[in-house]
């Protein structure tokens, strides 16, 4: 069976921004038990870190961006962890380990003590530094 290719950025259709994170709110109150608090968390340090964020949530995932960059990060909550992507990961100074679509790069976080590392506080505030996503054209 051949693998499923995920469809490039390019031709997908960002989420539409709001300033209002009821949605994020809501979709984290959706996600399992055992992961809400690492989603908490992540959350927590993301809206902490980076003022005037843009929220949304598209295909059962919670995006987080800037007015001048586009979308910076996507967080979805699967059974066993919640992946952090950062659209722009490939350009940081210590990109996440994992990633294989251009210049995006995600984080798999299984532990709350993953999620307040010093390396994930540094990767969100790198996010905020380098574009994002953003709609072509």
Do not use: C, H
């Not at 469809?7 to 709110?25: G, I, N």
């Not at 990109?95 to 679509?101: A, F, K, N, R, V």
């Amino acid at each position: 069976m051949a693998k499923m290719q995920r469809k490039p950025l390019s031709t997908r259709k960002p989420p539409v921004p709001s300033e209002d994170s009821a949605e994020v709110d809501d979709w984290a109150s959706r996600v399992m038990p055992d992961l809400q608090p690492i989603v908490r968390s992540l959350d927590e340090q993301i809206r902490k870190q980076i003022p005037n964020l843009q929220y949304a949530v598209k295909w059962k995932k919670a995006y987080y961006g800037l007015p001048d960059r586009g979308w910076i990060m996507e967080m979805v909550s699967y059974d066993v962890s919640v992946n952090l992507v950062f659209f722009g990961g490939a350009d940081f100074d210590s990109p996440p380990p994992l990633g294989d679509t251009d210049r995006s790069r995600y984080i798999k976080v299984r532990t709350l003590e993953e999620a307040e590392s010093e390396e994930m506080a540094n990767w969100i505030a790198e996010s905020a530094r380098v574009a994002g996503w953003k709609q072509e054209g």
